[in-house]
C-alpha cells in the first residue's frame, strides 16, 4: 500500500536551514506528482510547492526565493531544501501524493523556527 514517511524535521533558529525528507513507497514513485503541504497551529493546512513526474516545479508565493523542492526517482524520496527561515514557517510539514482519486499523507514532521 502506500507510504509516506517524512524526516528531517526540527528546531532552527530564524535565518536557519533544513531539509526535510519523504521517502515513498507502495507505488511507482518516479510516475506521479509530489507535494509539500504544512499546517500551523489554529490553521489550514497550504500548499508549500509541488514537483510533476518531470520535474515542473510551483511553489506558493509565500517560499518563492526561499525553499528548493527536488526528487531522488532512484531513491523514492522528495525534498524540500528550506532556507531563510522565519518564525512564521513553523508547522508541520507534510507530503502527500494523489493517487486514483484519493489522497494520500505521511504522519508529518515538525518544524519549529524560533530563537
Known amino acids: 500500500q502506500v507510504q509516506l514517511v517524512e524526516s528531517g524535521g526540527g528546531l532552527v533558529q530564524p535565518g536557519g536551514s533544513l531539509r526535510v525528507s519523504c521517502a515513498a513507497s507502495?507505488?511507482?514513485?518516479?510516475?506521479?506528482?509530489m507535494d509539500w503541504h504544512r499546517q500551523a497551529p489554529g490553521k489550514q493546512r497550504e500548499l508549500v510547492a509541488g514537483?510533476?513526474?518531470?520535474?515542473?516545479?510551483t511553489y506558493s508565493d509565500f517560499v518563492k526565493g526561499r525553499f528548493t523542492i527536488s526528487r531522488d526517482n532512484a531513491k523514492n524520496t522528495v525534498y524540500l531544501q528550506m532556507n531563510s527561515l522565519k518564525p512564521e514557517d513553523t508547522a508541520v510539514y507534510y507530503c502527500?501524493?494523489?493517487?486514483?482519486?484519493?489522497?494520500?499523507w505521511g504522519q508529518g514532521t515538525q518544524v519549529t523556527v524560533s530563537s
Open positions: 502527500r501524493i494523489l493517487r486514483g482519486g484519493s489522497h494520500y
Open positions: 514537483i510533476t513526474s518531470g520535474g515542473t516545479i
Open positions: 507502495g507505488f511507482t514513485f518516479s510516475s506521479y506528482y
